[in-house]
């Protein structure tokens, strides 16, 4: 199992970036299919992006052009860049974690796909 700890959230005008980290610690050593999630006040967790073998990524395509996941193995460090912030971005964003590759598989993820998770950091964007 692996630990996740975000990172790098705030408040931004609309229009403005901000880069999310996620240090992931624990069993680095297997392969995980890796992704964003965010809740905003009274909604449900929403699945954002995903990333497996370094390369293989997904979005929802309300963020489609404008957010981009990476990971960087070395530093294991999960990332989500965020371009042109919306106010309806703003959210509670979560990294995730699944030792099932199927869980990258999905259009968008799926919260009931993965069983680690991060405390979350708050990202608010005023307009």
């Known amino acids: 199992q692996v630990q996740l700890a975000e990172s790098g959230g705030g408040s931004v005008q609309a229009g403005g970036s901000l880069r999310l980290s996620c240090a992931i610690s624990g069993n680095t050593g297997s392969s995980y299919c890796m992704a964003w999630f965010r809740q905003a006040p009274g909604k449900g967790r929403e699945g954002v992006a995903s990333i497996v073998s370094g390369d293989t990524t997904t979005y929802r395509e309300s963020v489609k052009g404008r957010f981009t996941i990476s990971q960087d193995n070395s530093e294991n460090t999960l990332y989500l860049q965020m371009n042109s912030l919306k106010p309806e971005d703003a959210a509670m964003y979560y990294c995730?974690?699944?030792?099932?590759?199927?869980?990258?598989?999905?259009?968008?993820?799926?919260?009931?796909?993965?069983?680690?998770w991060g405390q979350g950091t708050q990202v608010t964007v005023s307009s």
């Open positions: 995730a974690a699944d030792v099932s590759l199927w869980a990258c598989r999905t259009v968008v993820p799926l919260a009931s796909n993965f069983h680690a």
